[in-house]
């Protein structure tokens, strides 16, 4: 077994939790990321680097995109270019490598669109709603295609991966935790819109179960990493609350148009192939962010004050 993975997106949400993981179980990782430094900044669109990176690599972990739908309504150009463009360029280097490597794709319960039935399974038809979805479900494509070339792959659908103080901070658990650490207003984009929260611990135990089968050479259909049950962002708020211990105020916002309402998936088939559940329950993981929030504010008045 060739212990050395790439990780691209190496210094997102995923990408740090999982590279610290890895490197844990004695894996020895390359992470490349634009926001890197020294020899693992690169771009996942270059050739050249994405070859660079990978050699002697016995699996890749591609996580880099263009990974907010805001964003990539923002700029769907860059989001194209980015989320198809360099997958694909990640999936012809590695059918370059003389021992080719797995190739483990991190798509997104966005390829959904609003799903008919919920909670969904992975059967479920993809119908994105926005231009994030359709990089994503125009991803699996392309996986797929690289598996019928030869190359061993799996894609890992992900559903609102929160649990890190490192996350962007206006994504709706940070920003709502970090609301219960200030005790300041939390804005609410539909109250009642529900989504699959789950614990980036949990996420990444599952990549990793993936990772595991991949290296034993299994073939493997795409499969959810999620929990299976929905909170609405209406109940999200009142673990705020409870956190802050005091009534935050509340600015109601309609949906945004280009965002998915309601989402749930079904969490069998990762049970079922991977032996995996999810370990950590929402309010659980809430509750711990907020503490690693209030830790973190501490520190840095304590780094001000100091003489």
Not at 86 to 99: F, I, K, N, W
Not at 179 to 198: H, K, L, N, W
Request: aromatic share 4%; charged share 25%.
């Amino acid at each position: 077994m060739n212990n050395r993975i790439l990780v691209t997106g190496s210094e997102g949400l995923v990408g740090r939790a999982l590279s610290a993981t890895l490197e844990e179980r004695g894996n020895k990782v390359v992470g490349l990321d634009l926001r890197g430094s020294g020899s693992e900044c690169g771009d996942v669109r270059d050739p050249g680097r994405v070859c660079e990176a990978m050699s002697g690599c016995g699996g890749i972990v591609h996580l880099a995109a263009v990974s907010r739908v805001v964003w990539a309504e923002r700029a769907p150009d860059v989001c194209r270019d980015t989320n198809i463009g360099g997958l694909r360029c990640v999936l012809e280097e590695a059918s370059e490598q003389p021992a080719q490597p797995w190739v483990l794709f991190a798509s997104s319960r966005e390829v959904y669109g609003q799903p008919r039935r919920l909670p969904a399974t992975e059967a479920a038809p993809l119908s994105p709603v926005n231009t994030y979805g359709r990089s994503k479900a125009e991803g699996e494509r392309l996986m797929e295609e690289a598996r019928d070339g030869g190359l061993r792959t799996a894609t890992v659908r992900l559903s609102n991966v929160y649990g890190s103080v490192l996350d962007h901070p206006d994504r709706v658990v940070p920003a709502f935790a970090q609301a219960a650490v200030e005790g300041s207003a939390i804005r609410m984009d539909g109250a009642e819109c529900a989504f699959d929260f789950t614990h980036i611990d949990d996420t990444v135990r599952g990549m990793v179960a993936v990772m595991d089968l991949l290296d034993a050479g299994e073939t493997l259909p795409p499969i959810h990493l999620l929990t299976g049950e929905p909170t609405a962002l209406r109940e999200l708020a009142a673990m705020a609350t409870a956190c802050a211990g005091k009534r935050l105020p509340i600015v109601e916002a309609p949906p945004r148009p280009f965002d998915v309402s309601r989402f749930h998936g079904d969490p069998s088939r990762a049970r079922e192939l991977l032996g995996w559940e999810p370990r950590v329950g929402l309010r659980d993981g809430f509750g711990r962010l907020v503490r690693d929030l209030r830790a973190r504010s501490g520190a840095i008045m304590c780094e001000r004050v100091a003489p």
